[in-house]
């Protein structure tokens, strides 16, 4: 038998990590080497394993919804930091804009929680082997938004594109409001209209559609 692949858990559940680690560490081929509770925690324990004699786990998996410091944040700063690791994404939430935002910070997978355990040990092992692990209906949302036309930035109007600048900045309604000079009602609706005519359903879409389209840099009024 070749070496086990060293796994580390991170979510805010200990139940779900105790369940996750008894059933991963039956298997001949793969190893729990670390657990932590959120995402400050992780960077921390990730930090001590690479500088320990065991070194830095293969895959990681990841909770997305978590006090302190979230998920997607967690994974970028792990992508950042050790490129190597592979990380997936273990969520309740199939939104689109949480599959993005978790693929576009370096996940290399992403299941949700109602899979069984014989999934998760095979997405680990996918990962590991360099290839991504998704989930079917992951997979068939992704499809789905590729599938779909997206609105050129032409079809905002000049103060809509501000405020969707702004709204990728991460400003609130409030503070969009105060920087354009503008009633806070007045933001509000700018914002629903962006999102009505670009096909989106969150602020955090509109921040991804204004980064895809070029949009983020673009000197504000």
Not at 83 to 101: G, N, Q
Request: charged letters at 25%; aromatic letters at 2%; a negative charge.
């Amino acid at each position: 038998m070749g070496e086990r692949i060293s796994v580390f858990l991170v979510d805010d559940h200990a139940v779900v990590r105790r369940g996750l680690a008894s059933y991963l560490d039956g298997e001949d081929d793969i190893e729990v080497i670390g657990q932590a509770g959120d995402g400050q925690q992780a960077l921390a324990e990730l930090a001590v394993c690479d500088n320990g004699p065991a070194g830095l786990p293969e895959v990681v998996l990841m909770d997305l919804l978590m006090p302190r410091m979230g998920g997607v944040e967690t994974i970028g700063e792990i992508s950042r930091r050790w490129p190597a690791v592979r990380v997936i994404a273990v969520t309740s939430f199939l939104e689109e804009d949480k599959v993005k935002a978790a693929l576009d910070a370096g996940a290399a997978g992403y299941l949700l929680k109602d899979s069984d355990a014989d999934a998760v040990a095979n997405a680990i092992r996918t990962v590991a082997n360099g290839e991504v692990a998704l989930q079917p209906s992951v997979a068939r949302t992704l499809i789905d938004m590729s599938r779909r036309p997206e609105q050129p930035a032409t079809s905002l109007t000049g103060r809509e594109q501000e405020v969707i600048l702004l709204v990728a900045d991460g400003l609130t309604n409030q503070q969009i409001a105060s920087r354009l000079m503008m009633s806070e009602r007045t933001a509000r609706t700018h914002v629903s209209n962006i999102l009505a005519k670009l096909g989106l359903t969150s602020r955090t879409q509109a921040a991804m559609w204004a980064e895809r389209n070029r949009l983020t840099g673009t000197s504000r009024s």
